[in-house]
């Protein structure tokens, strides 16, 4: 029973991670291929001040964008949660449709929207809302947003997942036994979808710090993050290397991350 | 005495349905009120809006001489029992039970001793530091009923709490509420749909049908003498006759059912004047013999069904006119062993067990 | 989504060599190959082509080296042709199945990177230079140091290629733009640094979208994207800079292992006639080198200055080696610390 799921992990998950682990020591020819000479120099690359902002630089959007994400997917999860059986799968699917499209389309509409003489600009100035050009995209603005726009399901479907699990019957008692709104909010729902919103963060956390396609879009490129400078290794630089020496650190951020949250609270349930 | 709750024409819809329809209800300190009804008659609605769950679309609640009716349930010194338990499942005993004095922001020596009285009192002593999900049934029960009273409110509502037990279980704790509430004289509200439960706990009981108190009354008033054939059918079982006047005499009032039956009932029970009326026998009320009785109402029957119940024996007998009776018979006697289904046996009724029924 | 389409294609590749029919695996850049082109090959020889598509020179390198052994001829831009011919990774080609190579503009071929004209055939060539929207900006603006000016801080287009930034302050300065050294770099990085600061976007993909929306009003770009506004509107004026405008030259190559190696030079023999590169003309407007297809153009087509601007200093882009990754560390910092 076992031995497919075995071989399955071994040829998808431990054999690529090997082999990026591998990479990560090795050095690189003229041409950009890999030679088997042992060094850890790539790794204190990684750990040059140009890199270490980056990574910071990185972390610090992903944060903001997965705050935005739980201060905005929460209220709108705990609503589709908590709202009649009808209504509930039409909403689900409304938070579905997107992915429907390729992310690629999805991301040039808000372009799209966003641009000089776009869909918002002519909107506002037909208002007279504004009067100069909108400058919005191309700015660290447009690329929150994109990274908003594009993780904010994987915040809402798992808080939805714990907020519809949730039996109302137990705010009923929070209210019952003296709990105003917010203290109700506090003591019990938080609690009780605290699996969910953990289960969020690490789904919104971690793919948001090495996104590159939104950066490069729709910030035009200008403030390159970790994703970015990952995917320069190999498309602009020819140093796989050094590449994967960063990548084996983000993943060791990623396994960070995991930990953490694991350790303050039960993510591993909601994920199985 | 004032009344703890008060209820003054009290109204609930949702959308086109009425819920609660013009109630009014007085419940007294200290007092073990059951709201009894089938299933969607309205009485969870009655009890969500004195928690303050609902609000009424008219008409007041009052807890204790105030108006309450636009507090929120937290504003309100009532506490529930939910039918699910709603058991906090990220709490341990002791902190669920402790909930509403944390929230009452208790200092903690007064809390922890509180918590303590209310384990004790629900004899939950070694459960404390278990999660909900490590108990059992009963225990989980015994956890939600501590859960209310430790904050020490004015007004316990239950609504069917002890609909997820077994039958055994149930009994117990029938027995072991009622126990409770006479100790802390705390006033009772609880709602159930089981006669039985009803006649076990309540000091009074209010018989509720399509959102309206259809009786309201004490334990023997609403078995003996139930004002609507509503009221006789759903606590115990009942016979029911339409009836006509036929004459009136020293003995008593003499009517006949529309089958033809001549019955006897005591006259001071039968309207003055009154040409048409409704009967209510309950059927343990009814004699069987094998032979016949020297009364002054007495029919023969055949036995069409005999059902064993246990301590007694259900009969569903023939009368010669057509008409269907049906007997409960106590199963010490040696009598019920020689009755056999397709028998004949005579039966006889007295004319004080006839209750005269108003219209639903 | 790329990398589907690579599993896609590999999974057309099994099946059809499973079909034994001809067939040509073509690993060509995005938006470079018409489909009018690749239709009437396979209508004419019935071979079938799998065009499988990288959006920079350096990715088609990666997946080649990678092991994309079967490829049958791919579009490396000429400083990565350099380096494969350099690491005998190219096909030497049959020159009696070209007859149509001798179309070619001379000053096309025995070019640095293939000096024998051994390995590979010319597509198209472009160059990089400056766009500018006339109705917006009156100032003549003539080379670099016009356009990285304070003034148009937050109205600039770049490409998003760390070698091309480098490469224009490089012959700012006066050095020769292939000279990546350290000290080179060094004298690159002030300058690099300020005019990075006035660019509002870094794009090689499509730079000409933010021009035409009106988000940006000068560029760095390529040619063929500034011939592309121009025939949108006569206002995008395509101007090489005065320090040195850089040419590069597309070509077609046969890895040394291509499967079909016949199949492959049928392609290239097809691309030369004068008729099928009049095709790739039309829609993709660069510097056409075949010039018996652009007796095929129309003077439209022929005067837009941005396909066929005049050239004066012609060099172009060498294999640099090692040196990438230097620039894009460069790069890299002065980006992120701004």
Redesign the interface.
């Given at each position: 029973m076992l031995a497919p799921l075995v071989l399955w992990l071994v040829a998808f998950v431990v054999l690529p991670m090997a082999i990026l682990a591998v990479y990560s020591v090795c050095q690189?020819d003229?041409?950009?291929?890999v030679v088997f000479s042992f060094s850890w120099d790539n790794y204190a690359r990684v750990f040059d001040p140009?890199?270490l902002?980056?990574f910071a630089?990185s972390i610090g959007y992903a944060a903001l964008t997965t705050a935005i994400c739980v201060v905005m997917g929460f209220p709108a999860a705990w609503f589709i949660a908590r709202t009649s059986d009808r209504w509930r799968q039409r909403l689900l699917v409304l938070v579905m449709i997107p992915f429907w499209t390729?992310?690629?389309i999805r991301t040039y509409a808000w372009?799209t929207i966003l641009?000089?003489?776009?869909l918002l600009a002519g909107m506002l100035h037909y208002v007279n809302a504004i009067s100069a050009?909108l400058?919005l995209?191309?700015t660290p603005f447009a690329v929150v947003i994109g990274l908003v726009y594009s993780f904010l399901p994987f915040m809402m479907l798992p808080i939805y997942g714990s907020a519809e699990k949730l039996?109302g019957?137990?705010i009923?008692?929070?209210?019952?036994?003296?709990?105003?709104p917010l203290?109700a909010f506090s003591?019990?729902i938080l609690?009780?979808t605290k699996p969910g919103i953990f289960a969020g963060v690490l789904l919104v956390f971690v793919p948001a710090i090495g996104m590159f396609a939104i950066t490069?879009l729709m910030?035009?490129?200008?403030?390159?993050l970790i994703g970015n400078?990952i995917q320069?290794?190999?498309?602009?630089?020819?140093?796989?290397p050094?590449g994967s020496a960063l990548g084996v650190v983000f993943l060791l951020l990623f396994v960070a991350t995991y930990w953490l949250l694991q350790r303050r609270g039960a993510v591993g349930v909601e994920l199985r | 005495m004032a009344s703890m709750v008060e209820l003054r024409g009290v109204t609930k819809r949702f959308g086109s349905f009425t819920a609660v329809n013009d109630v009014s209800l007085s419940v007294m300190p200290g007092e073990f009120l059951t709201l009894l009804g089938p299933s969607g008659c309205g009485k969870t609605t009655l009890l969500r809006m004195i928690a303050g769950f609902e609000r009424p679309d008219q008409g007041t609640v009052w807890l204790d001489g105030t108006d309450v009716t636009d507090s929120p349930p937290y504003r309100r010194n009532v506490n529930q029992v939910f039918q699910s338990y709603a058991l906090f499942p990220h709490l341990s005993v002791r902190d669920n039970i402790g909930f509403g004095l944390r929230m009452q922001k208790l200092a903690a020596a007064e809390c922890a001793s509180r918590i303590e009285e209310a384990v004790s009192l629900v004899a939950l002593e070694g459960l404390e530091d278990r999660k909900p999900d490590q108990l059992s049934g009963g225990q989980r029960q015994r956890v939600a009923l501590a859960r209310a009273l430790a904050p020490r409110p004015a007004v316990l509502l239950l609504d069917e709490p002890l609909s997820a037990l077994d039958a055994q279980l149930r009994r117990g704790m029938q027995l072991e509420l009622k126990r409770l509430q006479r100790q802390l004289g705390v006033t009772f509200i609880f709602v159930t749909h089981d006669q039985e439960e009803a006649l076990t706990m309540s000091d009074r009981i209010a018989i509720v049908n399509r959102g309206r108190i259809e009786q309201l009354g004490t334990t023997d008033e609403i078995y003996h003498r139930p004002v609507t054939a509503f009221a006789a059918e759903f606590i115990g079982q009942a016979n029911v006759f339409d009836v006509q006047f036929v004459s009136a005499a020293a003995d008593g009032v003499r009517v006949r059912t529309n089958t033809g039956l001549q019955l006897l009932m005591r006259s001071d029970r039968w309207p003055q004047g009154k040409g048409k009326g409704r009967l209510s026998l309950r059927p343990e009320k009814v004699h069987v013999a094998k032979e016949p009785i020297p009364a002054e109402t007495t029919f023969p029957a055949i036995v069409e069904e005999k059902v064993f119940k246990g301590s007694v024996d259900h009969l569903r007998l023939r009368l010669p006119e057509g008409s269907e009776l049906l007997a409960i018979v106590a199963n010490q006697s040696a009598l019920i062993a020689r009755i056999h289904r397709g028998d004949q046996v005579y039966c006889c009724v007295h004319p004080e067990d006839f209750v005269v029924l108003g219209e639903t | 989504m790329k990398c589907l389409r690579s599993f896609i294609a590999v999974g057309l590749l099994a099946f059809t060599s499973l079909a034994s029919a001809e067939e040509l695996n073509l690993f060509a850049w995005s938006e470079y190959v018409p489909q009018a082109v690749i239709d009437g090959f396979t209508k004419e020889t019935g071979i079938k082509v799998n065009y499988e598509t990288f959006a920079s020179g350096e990715e088609m390198l990666a997946k080649l080296l990678a092991g994309g052994s079967s490829y049958d001829l791919i579009q490396p831009p000429d400083y990565i042709a350099e380096a494969l011919i350099k690491h005998e990774l190219l096909l030497a080609l049959d020159a009696t199945k070209l007859p149509h190579l001798k179309n070619i503009a001379p000053e096309f071929l025995h070019m640095p990177h293939d000096p024998k004209q051994a390995f590979t055939v010319p597509y198209m060539v472009g160059s990089v230079g400056l766009v500018v929207n006339t109705d917006v900006v009156k100032d003549p603006v003539r080379g670099y140091k016009d356009l990285f000016q304070p003034k148009y801080k937050g109205r600039i287009v770049a490409l998003n290629d760390n070698r091309e930034l480098v490469s224009w302050v490089l012959v700012t300065l006066g050095l020769d733009q292939n000279d990546i050294t350290a000290a080179n770099l060094a004298k690159v990085r002030p300058i690099l640094a300020d005019w990075i600061r006035l660019v509002k976007l870094f794009d090689s993909d499509s730079p000409k979208t933010a021009l035409l929306s009106g988000d940006v009003d000068l560029g760095v770009v390529w040619s063929g994207e500034a011939a592309r506004l121009y025939e949108e509107n006569k206002k995008f004026a395509y101007i090489l800079p005065a320090e040195g405008a850089h040419p590069f030259v597309d070509v077609l190559a046969i890895p040394a292992q291509a499967p079909h190696v016949a199949a492959a030079h049928r392609f290239l023999d097809y691309v030369l006639r004068p008729e099928v590169s009049k095709l790739i003309s039309d829609e993709f407007p660069y510097t056409n080198p075949n010039l018996e297809a652009r007796k095929l153009l129309t003077p439209e087509q022929l005067a837009n200055p941005a396909s066929y601007p005049k050239l004066e200093k012609y060099t172009t882009f060498r294999d640099i080696g090692k040196g990438a990754a230097a620039i894009d560390q460069l790069v890299t910092d002065l980006k992120s610390s701004q």
């Open positions: 690189r003229e041409l950009g291929r140009i890199y902002r980056i630089r390729s992310f690629l372009i641009k000089g003489d776009g050009p400058e995209l191309y039996d019957a137990l009923e008692v929070a209210y019952d036994l003296g709990c105003g203290r003591q019990v609690p009780l490069d910030g035009g490129a200008r403030v390159p400078v320069n290794q190999f498309f602009q630089a020819r140093d796989w050094f | - | -």
